[in-house]
């Protein structure tokens, strides 16, 4: 078997072209298997793997926003170290992952939370700064709220 897109086959692509085609397609079967009525549970692990910031944003941020707009997006699990799929996606539930001394313990909460959010920002990336950048940038309500102060 061959996919092609734009009459190539996926083959002759890149790794991150690849990647793209690829994400594109996980996310036209959700939207459809969703938009049908049919109740699933997504797991997505490192969606961002060969995807250069502006494939994360188009392939997976868009997608599941728009799929949270259109009151379509199922159960979504993703497995990620990226900031712009954890905080511009606009999570319900972060769940941070940390092994100290050889030891695993999970803490969760969700963007909403100050100081959860402030933790997360400091181990995804970039720290709260640019956590409010993002926020405003993507226009992520409460977010834009934390950077107004309110």
Known sequence: YDIY???ISIMKKSAGEKANVIMNII????????LSGVSSIVILD???DNL????IQKEVVDRIR???VNNCLPQLIC????ANISIAADSE?????????G???YIASGIENTDFIEEVCMIVEGGQDALKKRGTKFNIPIIKELERGI
């Open 93 to 101: 539930n972060i769940v941070l992952a940390k092994k100290v001394d």
């Open 27 to 34: 996310f036209r079967i959700i939207e459809e298997y969703s």
């Open 79 to 82: 497995v990620t170290h990226n």
């Open 66 to 68: 728009g799929m949270k």
């Open 46 to 48: 490192q969606p961002e």
């Open 52 to 55: 250069d910031n502006k494939g």
């Open 103 to 105: 030891k695993c313990s």
């Open 5 to 7: 897109d734009n009459d």
